[in-house]
């Protein structure tokens, strides 16, 4: 009963000051704001990331040819081979498949346009390993790589890199450096993973890669999969000794290829993110306390503001937990009016950006109910000095105040 | 002594004993009340006069438990009152106390049902309640017709109906009224005095401070104070 009369003045307050409440609700509005779409960003980035996780079928290593030393100087050495290849197969008992890759950068001309793109070579395993899907068409087969047939496999953006309709590709013909390619297949978009983009490569079957357009029998790259719920550790030490073995490399000397663990590379870029997210979240958090601090200060004035009332009202019977709670509740329906704004501003906001950014950013549950229980706390922590201010005040000098 | 009556066997209203108040300023004090002893029956209708700085208004202001006195004690109501706490003092300022000040002191924001109504909310009634209790308390002082009209849209012996309505809408046993014609014309006060004489009649115990002996005239009893003391007292008229 008295809590409805006091929301009532509360209200009555605010609206004979609406302009400076309004200036003063700024702070928490874009306090709220701040932390809605940072969370919401923040979760996004990490389900991008989770999302790239769960596509890679296993643990997948990246094997690439990289610095050799010759009598203590480096020197740029291609030196992955079919052998390398064959030799993992053989004695890396965890390994479930191989998937070795050549790339090279060569002049493409479909219809009448040319553009230079990517060439890899490889083998039928590449789309399960590297989590592709098809589009239209088919995968590149065992027969295509053992007859080295001149066929080829699109990324999902190189028709609109040609500006040519898709569906009308499978079976056409394309010219890589003048040799002629018939189209099999497309794959669908993949999007940026980690730094590189994909979707504007064209594959083509290792052994023609190899023979008919890179003209050499090395590899750029190997991708191991390993089984899944084997120890990556243990798989990059084989995979190690073996490369090591075969290369003939003498102990104490460095590896001339670089081994990575994309999986592992995912899971440190989660905890980056996560991390950066935390930390936005967190300024976020603390705009939100200098919007408190803003409240405070207005409140401070309004208790100053209305000392004479406050003498009135004590007179007339209220007692100082009916003072104090007056206040504090016009403390925190300022900071509740601005959490709602803010949620509702912070909403727009992170759905604006995720469309930009191409990122599911979900406006959680939990972040409005954390934001809003947050900010109604920071109207009652904030307003608790006011309101005990005006809780305290002596009713005769406050009826005297001018 | 028994506290609790006087030599008459009647159970007095008020009874202050000794009341002191002493204000500090730095180094300097002032004693505003050196001694004081009142007692006040039902029904009375008292006026305290006396110079400027004798202390009247801080022996109001202790009656109507807005001030705790340094020494001595007050009954009111044949309860110790003089140390009570903040929320069983608000309480009986609530319930006992009806106070009218010079100034009017009303809340500008409200109208005149809204200031009446005040009091009522600190004593926990219902809206509808407290609109047909403001109503008739309003109707009580003859401003029937002003319930929605703010302080500043009325004339400074409205202002008073309004504010003496408001002492009124809770029932108190005392209506305490320090210079109630102080900002008023003689003819303006002369009205509030006529309602005060007639809700005297009504049962109503009144308490007043007045340097008008006009006003003093409406009163059946005159205190004297002079320099924090009383100085005469014309002594209880019961009726
Ligand atoms: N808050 C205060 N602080 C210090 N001294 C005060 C305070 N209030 C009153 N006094 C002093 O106490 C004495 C009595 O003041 P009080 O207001 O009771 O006088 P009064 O009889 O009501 O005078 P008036 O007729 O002018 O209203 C005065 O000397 C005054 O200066
Ligand atoms: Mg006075």
Redesign the pocket.
Known sequence: MMFVEMLRVAAQSIRANFFRAFLTMLGIIIGVAAVITMVALGTGAQRAINEQLDSLGGNVLSVRSGQGFHRGVAVQTDKLTADDVAALKRDVSSVTAIVPELSVRRQVKLGNQNRSLNIVGTTPEFADVNGFEMLYGRMITQGDVGAKRRVALLGGEVPVEFEIDPTQLIGQRLLIQGTSFEIIGIFEKKGSQMFDNQDKNVWIPISTAQYRVAGTDNLGKIGVQIAPGIDIGQAIIDVERVLRREHKIIPGARNDFNLSDRKQFLQMQQEATKIFSYLLAGIAGISLIVGGIGIMNIMLVTVTERTREIGIRKAMGATRANIMVQFLIEAMSLCIAGGIIGIILGGVASTLLANLAGWQTPVSVTAVTVAFVFSAGVGLFFGIWPASKAASLDPIAALRYE | MDQQTDQSGQKPLIRIENLGRT?R?GETT?D?LRSVDLTVQVNEYLAIM?P???????LMNMIGLLDTPDRGEYWLNGELVSELGDSRLAKLRNREIGFVFQTFNLLNRANALHNVEMPLIYAGFGRKERLSRADHALEQVGLADRAKHRPVEMSGGQRQRVAIARALVTQPSILLADEPTGNLDSATGADIMSLFDQLQKAGQTIILVT?EASVAAHADREVHILDGTIASDTGAVVH
């Open positions: 204000y300023l002032i505003a006396g400027s700085g004798s202390g009247k208004t801080t340097h």
